[in-house]
């Protein structure tokens, strides 16, 4: 088995940073993409960003070009996602997800098989 444990979320203001972290442990030899997914209150789950093993290609969704930054460490068994430029729209909890294949185009939820428990991130006026 796998757990994504993340970490790093909390409150700050708007145009602020944050880095998010994701540790992995158990059977990581078996994890290939990994991506962070967010869910804002009342919304449905959403894609944010994801990184091959191999490679390390990024992906990200269009609302946070330029703003966020993924990146992992395969000897640590991380993943981290640097978030700057903050907004209010960014308030969300924060997922980190694991999966054993590598996708073409790794943004969807159903290909991803293993799941932190998500960290709270709140961007306040």
């Known amino acids: 088995q796998v757990q994504l444990v993340e970490s790093g979320g909390g409150l700050v203001q708007a145009g602020g940073s944050l880095r998010l972290s994701c540790a992995a442990s158990g059977r990581t030899f078996s994890i290939n993409d990994m991506g962070w997914f967010r869910q804002a209150p009342g919304k449905e789950r959403e894609f944010v960003g994801a990184i091959r093993k191999s490679g390390g290609r990024t992906y990200y969704a269009d609302f946070v070009k330029g703003r966020f930054t993924i990146s992992r460490d395969n000897a640590k068994n991380t993943v981290s996602l640097q978030m700057n430029s903050l907004k209010l729209e960014d308030t969300a909890v924060y997922y980190c997800?694991?999966?054993?294949?590598?996708?073409?185009?790794?943004?969807?939820?159903?290909?991803?098989?293993?799941w932190g428990q998500g960290t709270q991130v709140t961007v306040s006026s």
């Open positions: 997800a694991g999966s054993p294949r590598s996708f073409l185009n790794p943004i969807f939820e159903h290909q991803y098989e293993y």
